[in-house]
């Protein structure tokens, strides 16, 4: 399994949670994501990820757009 192959559940799940329209922004996801038991060192390499970033945030807008 490749390393982006590794992050796919965690990618996943925060898209879940960027859905609810809970979260802000990334930083809030990602400590949700470690509340859940995720570790930071993995839940932080999906900062760098710029397509995730980006889309991510447009989750979270739409999201919060519905509320």
């Known amino acids: 399994m490749s390393n982006e192959d590794s992050l796919a559940p965690l ?9 609810t329209g809970r979260y802000a922004d990334w930083d809030a996801v990602c400590a949700e994501l470690v509340k859940e038991g995720e570790t930071e060192l993995l839940a932080r390499r999906l900062t760098h990820d710029k397509f995730f970033q980006i889309m991510l945030l447009n989750r979270i807008r739409a999201a919060r757009e519905r509320d």
């Open 11 to 19: 990618r996943s799940r925060a898209y879940e949670l960027a859905d």
